[in-house]
């Protein structure tokens, strides 16, 4: 079964520190992952997309991918207490088919 | 960006009762979508692909008809909780992939809180 393994956290960072998020998948043959974030009570909000590895960066989020380790993780520069969410890896499997991960909670501490 | 438009966003229902959902491209057209439930504090769990004109396609464990789904045109899929019973209760999500835009990411309807009492 294709699974997406995360963190549940929860991790706590301070305004302004760094945040580092990390997701990795089972099917060796996926090629588009997805980072969305969770607000409590609210539909996901995509954040970013990666399907080639290295990085991507797209002002204060930098996603980076390695498909030989199966692995993806997204990184929050300058972190800020509205940073604070439950944040989602996804990976497509097959057509548009997408799984998700359980989610990482992350509180940004003022 | 794109829009997806889902109604109702909260509905309470007796048991036995059903209760119907719709989700909406507003701004594309979408031949597939998908819908999601949601349990507190858990996951998006996928539950079935929509599919304009033809039979959507059931995620392992998914009762078909409980869950019925319809997509009739390439702007709507409804979802109908047949029969609902409480452990019905849980956040449904549909989502379609942006087709053409930046890899298609799935993008979300805000969600339908049902509650079954």
């Known amino acids: 079964q294709k699974e997406v393994e995360q963190n549940s956290g929860p991790l706590s960072v301070p305004e302004g520190a760094i945040a580092s998020l990390n997701c990795t998948y089972s099917d060796r043959g996926s090629q588009s992952f997805f980072w969305y974030r969770q607000y409590s009570g609210k539909s996901p909000e995509l954040i970013m997309f990666?399907?080639?590895?290295g990085d991507k960066e797209d002002g204060r989020f930098t996603a980076q991918l390695n498909k030989a380790s199966q692995y993806v993780s997204l990184l929050i520069r300058d972190s800020q207490p509205s940073d604070s969410a439950t944040y989602l890896c996804a990976v497509r499997v097959g057509g548009f088919k997408t799984i998700f991960g359980a989610g990482t909670r992350l509180f940004v501490k003022a | 960006g794109a829009v997806v438009s889902q109604h109702p966003s909260r509905v309470i229902c007796k048991s036995g009762t059903s209760v119907k959902i719709e989700c909406r491209s507003l701004?594309?057209?979408?031949?597939?979508m998908f819908w999601y439930r949601q349990f507190p504090k858990k996951s998006l769990m996928l539950m079935a692909t929509s599919n304009e004109g033809s039979k959507a396609t059931y995620e392992q464990g998914v009762e078909k008809d409980k869950f019925l789904i319809n997509h009739a045109s390439l702007t709507l899929s409804t979802l109908t909780v047949t029969s609902a019973h409480p452990e019905d209760s849980s956040f449904y999500i549909c989502?379609?992939?942006?087709?053409?835009?930046?890899?298609?990411?799935?993008?979300f309807g805000n969600g339908t809180r049902l509650t079954v009492t």
């Open positions: 701004d594309f057209q979408a031949t597939t």
């Open positions: 990666i399907y080639s590895n």
């Open positions: 989502s379609a992939p942006a087709f053409g835009r930046d890899n298609s990411p799935l993008h």
